[in-house]
């Protein structure tokens, strides 16, 4: 058999500089396998599509927000001057004072109310096992898998009948139809993973309802509440088309408000109605952020990891 250089088979060569050979790889250390061309040009198109939409996004929300305190802006790169008057002259022109405190009320209105209503109702989904448990699931929920357009307009059809239209009752019972669904599907899980075991052995100590309640059930169902509280506020906030087929002119939220000052009648400053959008955005972003100090959106997931460990 011919042999190479000291003996060694004709097939062998000499590893790469720099690369181990198989005698002196680390025991036990797993060689990564390399990539494939394909799975390597589908990385690429998928981080590319991310960028480019983030760049998007981006770029959008920097036009708006330019525009909103540009003097003027046309076929120039950047605006010829910067003032905050359109911020203003929207606060005055749009009633901003008090289309701010419609939507705070009705805001902190859904958010109490759906989680009172949604916690025991989600409590009773999770420990009682019943006849029809799937079916009722379904009906608390059925308003989270439709287009609330096809029950906002029946509803408001009926609210003007009752004379619910129109008033902060009617928008606030509006907007709680898809929030109390929201809470239930947040809750329902995260009351799931909770030891029933727990009750039992405060029955044991002497503990009654009250007293389950105030020191073992509820410490353990904050976070989840706070969570369920963030995505209703977060959706609230955000909630057009029902508040928009209840809302009278002196019940409209700051979204509807919006809507209203870019198709209403009559000539209106697009610095005005850009400076509007920014402090709609920049309410929304508040609220999150101040909610976000409180509970992080992935404190369930980290629960359930804790639960199956």
Not at 90 to 104: G, P
Not at 233 to 245: A, D, K
Request: zero cysteines.
């Amino acid at each position: 058999m011919r042999t190479g250089h000291r003996g060694a088979p004709a097939s062998w060569s000499a590893p790469a500089a720099g690369e181990p050979s198989d005698g002196a790889r680390e025991p036990g250390k797993r060689v990564k396998p390399r990539e494939s061309v394909s799975g390597r040009a589908w990385r690429v198109l998928v981080w590319g599509a991310m960028v480019f939409f983030l760049v998007n996004v981006v770029l959008l929300i920097a036009t708006v927000a330019v525009n909103s305190i540009a003097t003027r802006w046309f076929g120039t790169l950047l605006p010829q001057g910067f003032t905050l008057h359109w911020y203003a002259q929207a606060w005055r022109d749009f009633q901003l004072a008090s289309v701010l405190w419609v939507t705070v009320e009705v805001v902190g209105a859904v958010v109490v109310l759906s989680v009172l209503l949604g916690v025991p109702a989600a409590y009773a989904l999770a420990r009682v096992q019943f006849p029809g448990k799937r079916i009722a699931m379904l009906v608390f929920l059925l308003p989270l898998m439709v287009p609330p357009v096809t029950y906002g307009i029946p509803m408001a059809t009926v609210m003007y009948k009752v004379g619910l239209a129109g008033t902060l009752s009617g928008v606030i019972l509006a907007n709680l139809v898809p929030a109390l669904p929201f809470v239930i599907l947040v809750m329902t899980p995260f009351i799931e993973q909770i030891d029933p075991n727990l009750e039992a052995a405060a029955r044991i100590f002497g503990a009654n309802t009250f007293r389950y309640f105030r020191y073992v059930l509820l410490p353990l169902l904050v976070p989840g509440m706070l969570a369920a509280a963030l995505l209703v506020l977060v959706r609230t906030i955000g909630m057009f088309e029902l508040t928009f087929f209840t809302a009278g002119p002196a019940t409209q939220t700051l979204v509807v408000a919006l809507y209203y000052a870019v198709f209403s009648t009559g000539v209106r400053a697009p610095q005005s109605i850009d400076a509007m959008a920014m402090i709609y955005m920049a309410i929304t972003l508040i609220w999150v952020l101040i909610a976000l100090q409180f509970v992080s959106p992935t404190q369930i997931v980290s629960r359930v990891k804790e639960q199956k460990r």
